[in-house]
């Protein structure tokens, strides 16, 4: 398959100009790695062509779409009413996850005791069950499409976040929650299942009693759960070949390599 994939790749763009052998894609920090990875691959079937990928959030991968900074955008969300001038190709799916330190003897929290937390009615551990400490919340920073769809679950607004922290992509929160025996995040699935594998201390909390993890994401169980798109205002031959091959069986293992579930599978 793979080998079949590069053959229709190679004969599709051999007809570029070298003007047109670059793609440029911008957005969500949760899509970029698995974005990268794909990327090495597809220049690897297609001598000569070059593909960047930088972060900013899903809100630059939408303006930047629009406005042609980008090639492609990256958004980690399902697109609004007031984008329906773009089109999204999902590429795979992700869930987010609450986060606690992995010292943290709390085993689960219930989506009203979340609420509380974020919104400052709990500030100390022990009034869930925990040791006495003080809580940290850590929240995400405006135009972060894990924050909208953190918000849009519990029905809260950012304005009511009583967060001590405030972050940017996953990385960042994952650092901050690990760093801080205190501390409470969320992040996407994915992020997080791979930092604990490979002995981050933090823990992922389930949701209404169903574990977050990649298999509850893959049955359809996990409460929070979003498609990783990639979004285009207008396609040119190159892109849409990209497209293609990112939505192909070709690089499956590659998102599941990042602890996503492929749109292929």
């Known amino acids: 398959m793979k080998l079949t994939l590069s053959f229709i790749c190679l004969m ?38 070059r593909v960047d990928v930088q972060t900013g959030g899903s809100t630059r991968g939408v303006v930047d779409s629009r406005t042609g900074m980008a090639d492609i955008g990256m ?14 190709h999902t590429i795979a799916r992700d869930g987010v996850s609450i986060i606690v330190h992995g010292s943290n003897d709390i085993m689960e929290l ?18 869930v069950g925990g040791e006495d ?25 950012n304005s009511q976040i009583k967060a001590q922290a405030v972050i940017g992509d996953n990385q960042q929160g994952i650092k901050t929650v ?29 949701m209404n009693g169903v574990a977050a993890n990649m298999q509850t994401l893959a049955n359809g169980e996990f409460p929070i759960s979003r498609p990783l798109n990639l979004v285009t205002k207008s396609l040119t031959p190159l892109s849409q070949q990209f497209i293609e091959f990112a939505q192909s069986p070709a690089v499956a293992d590659l998102i599941k390599a ?3 579930v492929p749109a292929s599978r």
């Open 75 to 88: 958004v980690s969300r399902a697109l609004k009413t007031n984008e329906s001038d773009l089109t999204a």
């Open 258 to 260: 990042q602890y996503f």
């Open 12 to 49: 599709c763009l051999s007809g570029l100009t070298q003007a047109d052998n670059r793609l440029n894609l911008t957005g969500s920090s949760t899509v970029a790695p698995v974005v990268m990875e794909i990327a090495k691959r597809f220049e690897s079937v297609n001598p000569g062509v």
């Open 110 to 127: 219930s989506e009203a005791e979340i609420i509380a937390i974020y919104i400052g009615k709990i500030t100390n551990w022990s009034e």
């Open 178 to 206: 690990s760093g801080n025996p205190g501390a409470i995040g969320y992040v996407s699935i994915g992020a997080a299942e791979y930092e604990q594998s490979v002995g981050t201390s933090i823990k992922l909390l389930p």
């Open 133 to 157: 400490r003080r809580i940290t919340v850590v929240n995400k920073a405006d135009g972060r499409a894990t924050l909208e769809l953190f918000l849009a679950h519990f029905s809260l607004k």
